[in-house]
């Protein structure tokens, strides 16, 4: 398991931007693969983006794509979410998490070491 404490969320209004920072406890950390989910009330965990180890290839939910960009910097061990104009819809908890499958997935079951999650809220 990794230490994944997630920042950066709050209220933007629709059109906006936000960076989520996700900073990581594992010496090792350049080694993992790294997702981004959201959590709306009510609804299931969704993916959103994630990484490779190397920070040379990602993938995204088509909700998202070409909104979001996830980024990371393995030196500070530290994975982000770059989210630019924001929609209402877009309303969630903001999780990060290890990815423990090959990379390519979007299963929540093949992620651990979740966060406690940031809330992003945006208003119409």
């Known amino acids: 398991q990794v230490q994944l404490v997630e920042s950066g969320g709050g209220l933007v209004q629709a059109g906006g931007s936000l960076r989520l920072s996700c900073a990581a406890s594992?010496?090792?950390?350049?080694?993992?693969?790294m997702g981004w989910f959201r959590q709306a009330p009510g609804k299931e965990r969704e993916f959103a983006a994630a990484i490779r180890w190397s920070g040379e290839d990602t993938y995204y939910a088509d909700s998202v794509k070409g909104r979001f960009t996830i980024s990371r910097d393995n030196a500070k061990k530290t994975v982000y979410l770059q989210m630019n104009s924001l929609k209402p819809e877009d309303t969630a908890v903001y999780y990060c998490?290890?990815?423990?499958?090959?990379?390519?997935?979007?299963?929540?079951?093949?992620?651990?070491?979740w966060g406690q999650g940031t809330q992003v809220t945006v208003s119409s």
């Open positions: 594992a010496r090792t950390f350049s080694l993992y693969n």
């Open positions: 998490a290890r990815a423990v499958r090959s990379f390519g997935s979007s299963a929540p079951a093949d992620f651990d070491s």
